[in-house]
């Protein structure tokens, strides 16, 4: 049986996340909205790196591509809230 790598993907991807909850815990205790676009732009980044992961582990284009544009729709979105 293949034995899973951690790579450097994946340690992107936890920081990101870890980013992500406790930004997102941070804004709903507080009830600020100041942190939003920061959150949104780490979502984008979760999202490039899932897309980057799913093409390096199938070589599908198309999901790479579907990960690729929600990544970009979602930076987009991120920096016009700037």
């Not at 293949?2 to 996340?17: A, R």
């Not at 999202?47 to 390096?56: A, F, Q, S, V």
């Not at 198309?62 to 979602?74: D, E, K, P, V």
Request: charged share 15%; proline share 1%.
């Amino acid at each position: 049986m293949e034995e899973k790598k951690f790579d450097t993907l994946m340690l992107f991807q936890i920081i990101f996340v870890i980013l992500v909850m406790a930004i997102g815990i941070y804004c709903k205790v507080t009830e600020s909205t100041q942190l939003i676009p920061f959150l949104l732009i780490f979502m984008g980044l979760i999202t490039l790196i899932l897309g980057l992961r799913e093409y390096k582990r199938t070589h599908s284009l198309l999901w790479g591509i579907f990960y690729l544009c929600s990544a970009l729709f979602i930076l987009f979105v991120a920096i016009e809230v700037f």
